[in-house]
């Protein structure tokens, strides 16, 4: 009989999202007079068409394949050379970063890459996430054995957490102890916070002081409003030596059924080997992508560069502005209920502190049963997360506006 991988045995509970769909599906089966009531702002997926220069570049590809003499077969593993040119272009060069175009490895989206990362990295380095976490980080780590046992209070024995609280903005500090990897999200999913380039270079000082790879997801750095925030881990000096940046088109191109983003691995990144030579992690990222993957397909690399025409620049700004002014309103909504409201300035998630006496799970049910409205329970993230709530702004503005009716109607 086949053996299995036994790390998946130690995963605890079930994933956040299907859990929330189990409790909304519950409540839908004891209440279906609710059931069309319901408003979903738990997962971020997104609800606006894709943007119109993407939809006629995707067309055109579309026929492209329908014709012998612009068919197209199998992709680039790593990516059309258009499109790492346009990405390298337009969110690094044009701002003063240097990154060529084949240090970024095009894929179908950052979600899957922060996973695929593990698979070029030995097994039993010590791994650091902040807490409230994004699950994936946690969850594929313990799929490859980089932890021990779940612990009963939450987090796993050998994965060390650093705090994200209220008192330091929810911006966790480099860890005190010796870790291999780390990852950040900013702006950051769940609680919507965000890091300046201060912060930034103290983690850069702190990774390259202690030879570690940060892992920096920047999946919502097109919804950052201040000019005077950093946008990539790249703008640091150093960084180039101690970090890679994921992205993704889900959000800001409405790319989550269409699925595209990359990773950006830079050439002077390295690892070392258990006998202490050092390894360039791009070439081993190359192999992966070349062993791994037929690429990301012809008509959805299209529309993906369709995205930094001077058209899809303009329409995507305008998708990102109704998604921000949802976030807006809902800001107002938990506040006219009292709450403490956090994020949803320079990203799409707003995060709340819950009622005195009230946990999360909780205020779940409270805004599920009285409101019909889902949200994204803070425990789902993490220790840290206990207290607070998610919401997403990735809705309709009839939805957004109904929802906020809905708040005030429950004070």
């Known amino acids: 009989m086949v053996l299995v991988n036994e790390h998946y045995l ?17 409540y839908e089966t004891s209440e279906p007079a609710a059931a069309d009531r319901i408003i979903r702002c738990g997962i971020g997926d997104v609800t606006e068409p894709i943007v119109p220069a993407v939809v006629e570049a995707m067309h055109a590809a579309i026929d492209d394949l329908a014709d012998r003499d612009t068919f197209r077969g199998y992709p680039p593993p790593t990516g059309y050379d258009f499109l790492r040119n346009s990405i390298a272009e337009h969110d690094y060069r044009a701002r003063g970063i240097r990154i060529d175009d084949d240090e970024v490895f095009v894929s179908d989206g950052s979600k899957g890459d922060c996973g695929s990362l593990l698979e070029i990295l030995g097994g039993g380095n010590r791994v650091a996430v902040s807490d409230p976490v994004y699950p994936v980080y946690v969850d594929t780590n313990v799929m490859a054995g980089n932890t021990k046992e779940a612990l009963e209070e939450g987090g796993y024995d050998g994965l060390v ?34 890091i ?26 097109n919804f950052i409003r201040d000019p005077e925030l950093p946008r990539s881990i790249f703008e640091i000096e150093g960084a180039d030596r101690c970090a890679i940046e994921t992205r993704s088109f889900s959000k800001n191109g409405g790319f989550t059924g269409v699925r595209c983003g990359y990773t950006v691995v830079p050439k002077k ?16 990222w190359n192999r992966r992508w070349c062993t791994r993957s037929n690429g990301v397909s012809w008509p ?101 506006e109904e929802v906020v009716n809905r708040m005030r109607a429950m004070v």
């Open 269 to 284: 990144l390295e690892g070392r080997t258990r006998d202490g030579r050092r390894v360039p992690l791009h070439g081993l």
């Open 10 to 26: 130690k995963l605890a509970a079930g994933y956040l999202f299907p859990e929330i769909a189990r409790r909304v599906a519950e």
């Open 161 to 194: 957490t650093m705090e994200a609280r209220e008192e330091n903005g929810f911006v966790p500090k480099p860890p005190a102890e010796p870790v291999d990897l780390v990852y950040l999200c900013f702006p950051n999913n769940p609680t919507g916070s965000t």
């Open 300 to 400: 959805v690399q299209r529309g993906a560069h369709a995205l930094y025409s001077p058209e899809g620049i303009e329409q995507t700004s305008m998708l990102i502005d109704h998604y921000m002014t949802n976030a807006a309103m809902l800001r107002g909504g938990c506040e006219s209920m009292g709450l403490r409201v956090f994020g949803g300035t320079d990203a799409p998630y707003v995060w709340v502190r819950c009622p005195e006496g009230v946990d999360s799970w909780a205020m779940f049910d409270r805004l599920l049963r009285k409101a019909q409205i889902v949200t994204t329970p803070g425990a789902g993230f993490g220790r840290c997360g206990e207290g607070y709530f998610r919401i997403s702004a990735f809705n309709s503005r009839a939805n957004v």
């Open 196 to 221: 300046d380039h201060a912060g930034l270079r103290e983690w850069v000082r702190w990774a390259l002081e202690h030879e570690a790879l940060v892992v920096y997801d920047a999946a919502y750095v």
